[in-house]
T-cell receptor
């Protein structure tokens, strides 16, 4: 069963704009992670936020976590064409390192 | 380091055939796992291993076997391929069960006719 659901399913923006993706999940988590997948490639880990954290930054990425609403958001600032990819949230519910992935958001950044 | 490698990149099977998807990592990672990715769905965990000689089932284990005889290798075996197993398969590894960043291989695209 899917733990995470991303919203929107697809997002198209212009280069330089900010992109926001949201993830909702169903059960309590230890941490939530965001991954990027370029077309036809494997997933690349972007950022991890633990259940006791509310916000985390990494370069142009900003992740927030609201455990009361069971939701997270990923903000990419000043987007670039190279950010075009699918973005997935994944939750770790405490069973070791087993992750449950959402269905992903397809981001397209146009020049 | 080569990271996580997977072979083959593409494979076409007929229903009922068996095959093994190979996965290897050269980072001395304890934890390895297999996921499948289907259109419109996120990745789903098939099997995982927390160390050599130790494996366990994930969310969708039916029709697949794994073994972990060495730290480096974690092959996934399809016993009798079915069209429902048409998917992209990803192998991932992490330093240990307590380290959270997982490193993914490039994937194997499998089609079962």
């Amino acid at each position: 069963s899917q733990q995470g659901e991303e919203d929107p399913q697809a997002l198209s923006i212009q280069e330089g704009e900010n992109a926001t993706m949201n993830c909702s999940y169903k059960t309590s988590i230890n941490n939530l992670q965001w991954y990027r997948q370029n077309s036809g490639r494997g997933l690349v880990h972007l950022i991890l936020i633990r259940s006791n954290e509310r916000e985390k930054h990494s370069g142009r990425l900003r992740v927030t976590l609201d455990t009361s609403k069971k939701s997270s958001s990923l903000l990419i600032t000043a987007s670039r064409a190279a950010d075009t990819a699918s973005y997935f949230c994944a939750t770790d519910t405490g069973g070791g390192n087993k992750l449950t992935f959402g269905t992903g958001t397809q981001l397209k950044v146009e020049l | 380091n080569a990271g996580v490698t997977q072979t083959p990149k593409f494979q076409v099977l007929k229903t009922g055939q068996s095959m093994t998807l190979q996965c290897a990592q050269d980072m001395n990672h304890e934890y390895m796992s297999w996921y499948r990715q289907d259109p419109g769905m996120g990745l789903r965990l098939i099997h995982y291993s927390v160390g050599a000689g130790i494996t366990d089932q994930g969310e969708v284990p039916n029709g697949y076997n794994v073994s972990r005889s060495t730290t480096e290798d974690f092959p996934l075996r399809l016993l009798s391929a079915a069209p429902s197993q048409t998917s992209v398969y990803f192998c991932a590894s992490s330093y240990s069960i307590r380290r959270d960043t997982q490193y993914f291989g490039p994937g194997t695209r499998l089609t079962v006719l």
